[in-house]
């Protein structure tokens, strides 16, 4: 997972006659709050650090520039991506015990001050970080209002519009890119049967039988479409991303799929209709603080009275509801997420009535981990396909998000609601 070479020692002294990595190290003491916490290797040679810590290595003085211009998870992830700085094997590691150091020093997410960033400066005699550098090619330049139509078309093409061949390199067949229902531990039960499994949770949980109507939205590539297509509902989906469109086309022509589904290259503003259940998995996410009013209205209106809406939904607690610099930066813009009774008021607020919240935060982890693994598997694939930068992304925000998910720092929920104004059929006691 890395492209450091082997421990090197020695390197040629700076103007103190420390080594650039003992500079480095008493530069960092004000970021990391004393001691360097992991092996350093600086471009020069030079090390530092202990020899059992996760081994860190500084290509070049680029990636001293990023980190000053943008102290913390931004500059280090800028760092990170291009190369500039790398980890010697495990990453999930590394991070895992940088995390457990900045819980144990009270660094609350290791976010330096502008006074430390004077320190490195001020240690670093011969470094001079100039004009910002410029952002790498991956990271997102996302313009215009915030969660305009126009804004958010951006947002969601920069995600997603990777293309269909790269995301095969990482889901199931299915293409579910949202959290699995895994009901097994055995190895022989796969992310194809927990994705399969989530899929009759949520039909089960909205009452669908044969010949009923669903609006699907936010579809994604159609995963839950055309599972609830198959079982003969009437599906209307709804994607902003051209991408997805053309992948589900494909797929309902080769499954013969046409009577029972239709997807509309359309924003959830415009949908329009009533029909007997709504599902919206993993999309509210990306609605917005300031819209999701708006989300929740369309929910409400896009119901029968009686009829039941199901989302599946991330939330977090903390100063970063977006997931924070790197993936506001690099992965999802805009996105914005909320602890769980924050939502579950604005949808009541929207006049649904919430009938279970279903935590699903530990599935999470399980689904990641798959990701990541397939990933891993088809990693030159991946380079040939996005260049290694992308593929670098992918890998912080896969082991990220894991580690994210595991620490709780993030969850993912089923809310299963009721539009009153007619009689409803949730079961009394539950079966799922």
């Not at 509309?264 to 709504?278: F, I, K, M, P």
């Amino acid at each position: 997972m890395s492209t450091a070479t082997e421990p090197r020692t020695g390197g040629a002294p700076g103007a103190s006659g420390a080594s650039v990595a003992d500079r480095l190290a008493e530069g960092l003491r004000p970021f990391v709050g004393g001691d360097l916490p992991v092996r350093l290797t600086a471009w020069d040679g030079s090390e530092t650090g202990p020899a059992d810590a996760p081994h860190v290595v500084i290509n070049s003085p680029q990636a001293l520039s990023r980190l000053f211009w943008h102290p913390g998870e931004l500059g280090a992830a800028q760092a990170y991506v291009t190369g500039e700085l790398d980890v010697d094997h495990d990453l999930d590691d590394a991070l895992t015990h940088v995390w457990a150091v900045a819980r144990e020093r009270g660094l609350a997410g290791i976010r330096p001050s502008a006074a430390a960033a004077k320190a490195l400066l001020k240690v670093l005699r011969d470094f001079r970080p100039g004009l910002p550098p410029t952002p790498p090619p991956s990271q997102a330049r996302i313009r215009g209002r915030l969660h305009s139509k126009l804004r958010d078309r951006s947002a969601i093409s920069h995600h997603y519009d990777l293309s269909n061949d790269f995301y095969s390199l990482i889901l199931d067949e299915s293409m579910a890119y949202s959290s699995g229902y895994w009901r097994s531990d055995d190895p022989s039960y796969t992310l194809a049967d927990a994705q399969r499994d989530k899929l009759d949770l949520v039909l089960d949980k909205l009452g669908l039988e044969p010949g009923m109507t669903m609006l699907d939205i936010g579809c994604g590539w159609g995963s839950l479409s055309l599972h609830a297509a198959a079982r003969g509902i009437k599906v209307t989906g709804v994607t902003i991303a051209a991408e997805q469109k053309k992948f589900i086309d494909a797929r309902i022509a080769e499954r013969g799929l046409a009577d029972n589904v239709e997807i509309r290259l359309q924003d959830y503003r415009d949908v329009t209709g009533e029909h007997d259940a709504v599902s919206s998995i993993e999309m509210g996410e990306h609605v917005g603080q300031g819209n999701y009013p708006t989300y929740a209205s369309v929910l409400h209106r896009s119901v029968r009275p009686g009829g039941r809406v199901l989302i599946q939904q991330m939330s977090r607690r903390g100063r970063h509801p977006g997931g924070g610099p790197f993936i506001e930066s690099f992965i999802a813009p805009d996105m914005y997420m909320r602890p769980i009774g924050e939502t579950v008021a604005f949808l009541e607020e929207g006049g649904l009535e919430v009938r279970d919240v279903h935590g699903m935060r530990e599935h999470y982890v399980t689904t990641v981990a798959a990701w990541l693994e397939t990933f891993e598997s088809n990693w030159d694939r991946v380079v040939e396909l996005v260049g290694e930068e992308v593929g670098r992304v992918w890998r912080l925000y896969l082991v990220g998000g894991a580690m994210a998910f595991r620490d709780g720092r993030m969850g993912v929920d089923q809310i299963l609601m009721v539009r009153p104004g007619a009689a409803h059929t949730v079961p009394p006691v539950r079966t799922w």
